[in-house]
């Protein structure tokens, strides 16, 4: 299991992107949490197998129908024992 934060660029909110996400990482058995940030990004913390993130990352690079994403930053992390994947509040 490796961590990966992940920052997403472009029209993201307003757009279904989180519930996407959380959607998508449920399916793939990625656990985490997933929020909007002020500055008008999505801001993903996940972790799962290696192939389960792959798959995820690149997912995120297309998002759901209505979002255009512009660019996804990922970063190794650290996620604590977390079980499922959620919706946060805007940071």
């Known amino acids: 299991m490796t961590a990966q934060r992940l920052l997403i ?6 757009v279904g992107y989180r ?7 449920r399916a793939l058995g990625v656990t ?3 929020r909007n940030l002020q500055d008008g990004r999505v801001e993903i913390l ?10 995820f990352v ?15 930053d990922t970063q190794p992390a650290v996620l604590g024992n977390v079980k499922g994947f959620t919706k946060r509040f805007t940071a």
């Open 9 to 14: 660029e472009g029209r993201v909110q307003r």
């Open 58 to 72: 690149d997912q995120c690079r297309e998002g759901p129908a209505m979002a255009a994403v512009d660019r996804v």
């Open 32 to 34: 985490g949490w997933v």
């Open 19 to 25: 519930d996407w996400a959380v959607r998508t990482a």
């Open 46 to 55: 996940a972790d799962g197998t290696d192939s389960a993130l792959e798959a």
